[in-house]
């Protein structure tokens, strides 16, 4: 069996182990297999073909690697529930202060504390939402 031939059946394999592990290690072995047959194709001998095997590996794994992973692990942005509501503009129906009051955000109306407890928010001020604490809103003071 010509060289070209056994990196690539070795290339294969090592994709197949990919498949069940998803690590992404194997297919960085996998493509640099390919380097090899590459390199085997153009006419040079083992070590050659070892060598360029080897560099491509080392290359793929401390270069794309990495990054392959970032974008894997990527959190979603999209925030649902009432962590959608943080940062959110709030419109003052009723005082509030570090009690309680009453405040509109997106339309609906929600009890509310301020933050710093020694806030005070008038009615018809606008406020941000800090967090849901329950089934209130911590707000603070709008500030621009």
Do not use: C
């Amino acid at each position: 069996m010509a060289d070209w031939a056994i990196w690539v059946v070795v290339a294969g394999a090592l994709l197949a182990g990919e498949l069940l592990t998803l690590d992404l290690t194997l297919v960085m072995f996998s493509l640099a297999a390919l380097v090899g047959a590459a390199v085997a194709l153009l006419g040079v001998d083992a070590a050659w073909q070892i060598a360029g095997f080897v560099v491509a590996a080392g290359g793929l794994g401390l270069g794309l690697r990495p990054v392959a992973r970032r974008h894997l692990q990527r959190t979603p942005e999209l925030r649902t529930g009432a962590d959608a509501l943080v940062g959110e503009r709030v419109l003052v129906l009723e005082r509030v202060n570090g009690e309680g009051g009453r405040v509109k955000i997106k339309g609906e109306v929600w009890s509310a504390r301020s933050y710093p407890a020694t806030t005070v928010l008038e009615v018809g001020s606008e406020g941000r939402v800090l967090r849901i604490d329950g089934a209130t809103a911590i707000v603070h003071r709008f500030e621009i």
